[in-house]
């Protein structure tokens, strides 16, 4: 997922370039399936830590299908997500990468643009697979019309709730627009004033998009290959509006909330302060860790958008990718392909609760899931979305622009004045 940590600067990005630049997929040709031929041969994966407790039983169970399958070894290393951005960066210079790696969605375009990364369109195209995987994960891995990331797995926030505050109060329909979603507010809040019915967590901003994009605006837009900021748009500017106004003119929040991230919510949550809250798909296990009772009274809702029950949200997650340095580019796509696809998507997603980027396999999950899981499932099918697609991205992020954007306007900033600001930052990283 997750993880959307770092910025690859644009000196990295020219000097991986750079040290890039005489590489183009290795040598090519040979059969992946021909394990007589392939038994000397030595595939090296990068896959991150702690996203999965079951690691090491995935680890075996890959190893020894991609040797059944062909005859070559698998030598998996796990990265830690701290300075892992920086590790790529390096790797990809020196060209000592992996042959394939598990890359965070938002890192993709700047390490593709950098030039570390091998297109995957022809092989997804040839093996047969293009029709089958998430399109907001295909979104996520594509830059320049070519997939450099092809879809494992991810994550996607909904509403989570505690049934029992909510039947206390008499509200447990899905809302089916904003003005539903603010009727629950000002009811919970009538019913039970200690709790806070639904905070605004200013430092999460996955949690403030859905009502940007629920209310037909979005972060940027491309045009000729140049991007340009919509947050300052009227209809961005709108749901911006709306959302904070939960905190602000209806004390659905909490002053405090307003430097909260989505850790806070879940502490506050816990601890049985909060009614409501948007969380990630991932989270009801790890409640289930800590609290068997409070998981039992678990109610998911997809968060609507402005007049309908299902707005669009991040869909974050992680994608496989080839480095252009392997020697071995159809065996490193046999590996991407027996991890992405098929019974490894399906235990990899079960393992750790994040759904796959298979349909098949998602559909597979859904079935086997629990209400929550269909809920999340719901919004990731209906809405899931992602940030602009550009390699200015990561340098937005670690700028924080619209984390301060919400914080901002959540500490008395208006809207609009808000907007214009994080949009002028974006326009000149967009600028270069």
């Known amino acids: 997922m997750i993880s959307r940590r770092g910025v690859l600067s644009a000196g990295a990005a020219g000097s991986a370039a750079l040290g890039l630049a005489a590489c183009s997929g290795g040598s090519g040709g ?79 375009p700047e390490f593709a643009d950098a ?15 293009g029709d089958g ?13 070519e997939l450099y990331g092809m879809p494992w797995y991810a994550g996607v926030r909904s509403i989570l709730a505690d049934r ?29 004033p200690d709790i806070i019915p639904f905070p605004v967590a200013g430092g999460s901003i996955f949690a403030g998009m859905p009502f940007v994009w629920g209310a037909g605006g979005d972060i940027a837009s491309e045009s000729g290959g140049t991007w340009k900021a ?11 509006t709306w959302y904070t106004d939960l905190a602000l003119k209806h004390d659905a929040s909490t002053a405090a909330a307003s430097s909260w991230l989505e850790t806070d919510s879940l502490a506050a949550f816990q601890q049985g302060k909060v009614a409501m809250f948007i969380t990630g798909s991932w989270v009801p296990a790890t409640i289930k860790a800590d609290d068997e009772e409070l998981f039992k009274r678990l109610v998911a809702f997809t968060i609507p958008a402005k007049d309908k029950a ?9 994608l496989l990718c080839r480095f252009t340095e392997t020697e071995e580019p159809e065996l490193a796509f046999e590996l991407i392909k027996l991890m992405s696809t098929g019974e490894f998507a399906t235990q990899w997603a079960k393992d750790t609760n994040y759904f796959p980027g298979e349909q098949k396999a998602l559909d597979q999950v859904v079935a086997d899931g629990d209400d929550l899981t269909k809920v999340f499932a719901q919004q990731m099918t209906e809405g899931g979305t992602t940030v602009p697609v550009t390699p200015a991205w990561g340098q937005i992020e670690g700028k924080k622009t619209l984390s301060t954007l919400f914080s901002d306007v959540l500490g008395g900033t208006k809207p609009q004045q808000a907007a214009d600001a994080a949009a002028t930052e974006m326009d000149k990283i967009f600028g270069g």
Not at 76 to 98: C, I, L, N, Y
Request: proline content about 4%.
């Open 164 to 192: 029992k505050i909510l039947e206390d109060a008499g509200v447990t329909e899905q809302p089916g627009s904003w003005d539903d979603l603010l009727s629950m507010i000002e009811t919970l809040k009538k019913k039970n």
């Open 133 to 145: 995987l998430v399109q907001g994960l295909v979104d996520a891995g594509t830059l320049d019309d």
């Open 310 to 318: 299902v707005a669009p949200s991040f869909l974050g997650g992680s």
């Open 230 to 240: 919509t947050i300052n748009s009227t209809e961005s500017v709108e749901g911006i």
């Open 30 to 108: 040979s059969d992946p399936t021909d394990t007589e031929a392939n038994a000397d041969k030595t595939i090296t994966l990068w896959i991150m830590q702690g996203t999965n407790a079951k690691t090491d039983e995935y680890v075996d169970a890959i190893t020894k299908a991609f040797k059944d399958k062909t005859g070559a070894t698998l030598k998996v290393e796990v990265q830690p997500w701290d300075g892992a951005h920086d590790k790529f960066v390096t790797a990809m210079s020196g060209g000592t990468g992996p042959d394939v790696a598990e890359v965070g969605t938002t890192w993709v």
């Open 115 to 129: 030039g570390g990364l091998d297109p995957l369109t022809k092989d997804v195209d040839e093996a047969g697979i």
